[in-house]
């Protein structure tokens, strides 16, 4: 299915759309081009209309001085840095001198900014708050207290899961596995053997590219655990695929019992033994 892409600035098509913008593109540069053209035109009209003498070398010397003047009357605003760090310009620091001297040399008394001792009682404030809390008080939880009120509430939470019987049969892993003759189960692990595994192992588990299933010889333990295993982690490097993504626990665990299920059925063309005998 083609998934279709609707909007006003695309045609879709990404050749017609990159023509379309470089067009734009050129417009714009030809309008900005045209614009500056006007105003040279203008300029040299205007120009033409009344020319305007050369400015003698006096004339421009006294428009400098005016445009200097001019500078030096504007107030000087502090910067950000100043502001922020309550310095005074260079010019006022001779109001900050202290009355000692040593060797000629003078010190100036440049307060602390006043966000700055915010700050700094702020963490000793802070400190006795935490100190009552968590020492003294003991309202708070420290650390090693935190973690076992978690692992608690991690036991209550597995309990409470666990309860539920759709989560407790993906619970099941290669630890706590258990075989079972159940014919519900066989059947659905049959379901699940069909086509998935069927292509490598044979219709009837006899083996083609992967081992026979239905001997006594396994390459990584013929025990329920083993098999839920393999079939669940698989031998990547050896061509089993692991099948923990697509299938459930206990859809694995169903594969697993179907697999010990065809002990011993000796279907025609079975691949010889591999592995160790069990
Ligand atoms: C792409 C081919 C392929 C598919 C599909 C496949 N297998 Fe396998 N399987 C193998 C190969 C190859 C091995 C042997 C690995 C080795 O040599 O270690 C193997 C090994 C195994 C073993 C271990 C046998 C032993 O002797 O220990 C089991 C059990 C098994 N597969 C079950 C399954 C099941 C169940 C499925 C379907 C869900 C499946 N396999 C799908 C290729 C496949």
């Known amino acids: 299915m083609k998934e279709v892409v ?122 006795i708050g935490y100190l009552l809390n968590y020492h003294v008080f003991g309202y708070g939880k420290l650390q090693d207290e935190e973690y076992v009120a978690e692992i608690e509430q991690a036991a209550v939470d597995k309990a409470a899961f666990l309860a539920n019987p759709v989560n407790a049969a993906s619970a099941v892993n290669e630890n706590n596995v258990v075989q079972s003759k159940d014919a519900k189960i066989l059947e659905s692990g049959a379901a699940l053997f069909a086509n998935r595994c069927t292509p490598c192992h044979g219709d009837h588990g006899q083996g083609i590219v992967g081992p026979n299933l239905t001997d006594e010889y396994w390459l990584h333990g013929g025990k329920i655990q083993s098999v839920f295993k393999t079939i669940k982690y698989g031998v990547p490097e050896k061509g089993m695929i692991a099948w923990e993504k697509s299938l459930s626990a206990q859809q694995i665990a169903d594969l697993a019992n179907y697999v010990l299920s065809l002990q011993g059925t000796k279907p025609a063309g079975a691949k010889a033994p591999q592995g160790e005998k069990e």
């Open 6 to 127: 609707s909007s006003s600035w695309s045609t879709g098509n990404t050749s017609i759309d990159i023509v379309i913008g470089l067009m734009l593109i050129t417009s714009i540069m030809v309008l900005c081009v045209s614009i500056l053209m006007l105003r040279v035109i203008k300029f040299y009209v205007k120009e033409a209309a009344n020319p305007k003498p050369f400015s003698t070398p006096e004339e421009k010397e006294r428009v400098r001085l005016e445009q200097e003047a001019l500078e030096a009357a504007k107030p000087k605003k502090p910067s950000i840095w100043q502001k922020l760090m309550q310095l005074k310009p260079l010019e006022e620091e001779g109001s900050l001198v202290m009355e000692h001297k040593f060797d000629g040399i003078a010190e100036l008394n440049n307060p602390t900014p006043a966000w700055f001792m915010v700050l700094f009682y702020g963490t000793i404030i802070f400190a």
